[in-house]
């Protein structure tokens, strides 16, 4: 058996997203100094294929996590880590309570990490989840990744402050200060066809790219345009659907999904978001990385990511307004360029990767102290 601290993350899913491109960024950084047991409660491992050869990490695809079984499940969880002991149990979003409930109370030391909702807490919290928190997070360090869910895990679900941390998320900003692939940028159009505004999403519902789409035939009805929409999901056939109900499917560029979002985002002429519920999202410190300016609903933190000059174009998430400040971006050449110029200053003093690695290898070192409450850098 091996020496090196034995972490257990317990993930709802481990296809592959921003919660799990940043544990392995992480957990590549930091190497062979821990061991990690990786569980996905749906059963989906594609992230897996991000760890990095000198990542020590076995896959529990064999523990059954069926679903409305929670009081079973949380006895048979609560088995496994007696008989495992771990020397830190790391859980992940709503999804992976029932494991909080099997260590309460404590059988291994916990972290849970607060990451964002989905779409059926976009408008407010459900009252029996507000109280399943308050019960299996009582004792247990608690790390969010955005000043708003602070706010909530501080005032809503009553997390003391000295069991609650904020670690922004963070990026390798010079990887995306880079020029596009030629190869990729050609896949998206003409740039004679007009400039180019594009987003990086999972097609799933909570991103609502149907409205990103609403927003771009209104652009395009005062701006010959084109849309990059980089990613995957079960959405794709909706999204391509209302584009061509809207007349501009020609126009609107589906690639799929990219293993690396930078060699591609400097063909952007604006980044441009859509979602119904974000917090801190990591696809939007990349685009202000690539030195982009944005278009997005005022939702989670965001208005308070980017630099100040572009908080006038964070507006209400509806298609007409995120047209409108996608349109006064797309026409003020000058006025985009030093809007991602600041955005690309503020990515790099606010949201170092460099600085998020250190404060999670602290955590994983069980060194809670030494993660300070809140980071240097104020974020607004």
């Known amino acids: 058996m091996s020496d090196r601290r034995h972490l257990f993350h317990v993930f709802p899913t481990f296809a592959v997203g921003g919660v799990q491109a940043r544990f392995a960024r992480i957990a590549n950084a930091l190497g062979r100094r821990y061991r990690h ?29 069926p679903k409305r079984r929670t009081l079973t499940n949380a006895l048979a969880f609560r088995r496994i880590l007696a008989e495992e002991r771990p020397d830190l149990l790391v859980t992940s979003n709503w999804g992976a309570l029932e494991w909080a409930l099997a260590n309460t109370p404590r059988v291994v030391p916990q972290v849970h990490m607060e990451d964002g ?7 407010r919290q459900i009252a029996r989840r507000v109280w399943l928190r308050r019960l299996t997070l009582g004792g247990k360090l608690v790390v969010v990744a955005s000043s708003t869910l602070e706010t909530i895990a501080r005032e809503t679900w009553r997390i003391p402050p000295a ?41 799933r519902p909570e991103k609502n790219l149907l409205r990103l789409v609403d927003a771009f035939a209104l652009i395009n009805e005062k701006l010959p345009s084109r849309l990059a929409i980089i990613g995957d999901g079960p959405e794709r056939p909706a999204v391509a659907a209302r584009a061509e109900a809207l007349g501009v499917e ?25 979602s119904d519920t974000e917090q801190a999202p990591v696809s939007l410190i990349e685009a202000m990385a690539a030195g982009l300016a ?45 809007i991602g110029e600041d955005n690309k200053a503020r990515s790099l003093a606010v949201f170092s990767e460099a600085a998020t690695i250190e404060r999670w290898k602290a955590i994983w070192d069980g060194d809670f102290s030494a993660v300070p409450d809140r980071p240097e850098t104020d974020m607004r």
């Open 250 to 274: 020609s126009r609107v560029f589906m690639p799929g999904y990219l293993d690396d979002p930078a060699a591609i985002l400097g063909a952007f002429d604006v980044f441009m978001m859509s």
């Open 294 to 338: 944005v278009a997005a609903p005022a939702i989670g933190d965001i208005a308070e990511m980017v630099a100040a000059a572009n908080r006038p174009c964070i507006v209400p998430a509806d298609a007409r307004s995120l047209s409108e400040a996608a349109l006064a971006l797309l026409s003020d050449a000058a006025l985009r360029k030093r």
């Open 117 to 123: 909702f989905g779409p059926e807490e976009a408008a």
């Open 163 to 203: 069991q609650l941390r904020f670690i922004p998320n963070g990026v390798d900003s010079a990887r995306f200060a880079r020029p596009p692939d030629t190869e990729r940028a050609a896949l998206l159009g003409d740039p004679a066809d007009g400039p180019l505004i594009g987003t990086v999403a999972g097609l």
């Open 37 to 65: 047991t990786i569980l996905a409660m749906d059963g989906d491992y594609a992230a897996a294929g991000r760890l990095g050869p000198d990542v020590d990490f076995q896959l529990r695809d064999d523990i059954a996590c």
